[in-house]
């Protein structure tokens, strides 16, 4: 019973926190728009005693379960931005578009562009590492290109310019 009224009286929040991540979800998956779903659901059997459950078409390929994570991520992001929560404003993600359509890092590219431009203050830190991934077509290549990506990335790491001056094993 605790459980089913603290679900009932964060109503308001979790009702804010879903305008947010399907804000985003449908701003990087255009084509399946109104196809996923966002749930918390009591389960007093669990020690977590609620399930979250976040569900896009067919993600149990590798490439929509890391688009379930970006989105989640982003949407805990920009809600705490929003409610005036204090905390860091940048997140960052290692290897998360690897297995995504490259269209989804463009359509998130404009996200988060569109986002800066209302005055939105963050920073997302991401990690490209997978070979030939700059290289690739991106689609629409006047916004999102290596030489751009390069352009805007505020340090770029290299096997001759490793983090910090130093080789990590």
Known sequence: AEIVNFLQKIQKDLSDF???FFEIHDAIYVENRDR???TLTPNENKDSKIDIGVSLPADL???KNQGRT??????????????G?????FIAHDG????????????LYEYLERLTNRG????YIITMNEEGTLNENFGNADKVN???IADEAILTLTPTKPLLGRKWD
């Open 85 to 89: 929560i204090r905390c860091p404003r």
């Open 61 to 63: 390929s590798k490439g």
């Open 36 to 38: 996923s779903s966002f």
């Open 96 to 107: 998360i578009f690897d297995g995504m359509d490259k269209a989804h890092f463009v359509h």
């Open 70 to 83: 970006l989105i989640y991520d982003l949407a805990i992001l920009f809600n705490a931005m929003r409610k």
């Open 146 to 148: 290596p030489e751009k």
């Open 18 to 20: 879903r305008q947010i």
């Open 120 to 123: 939105e203050r963050f920073q």
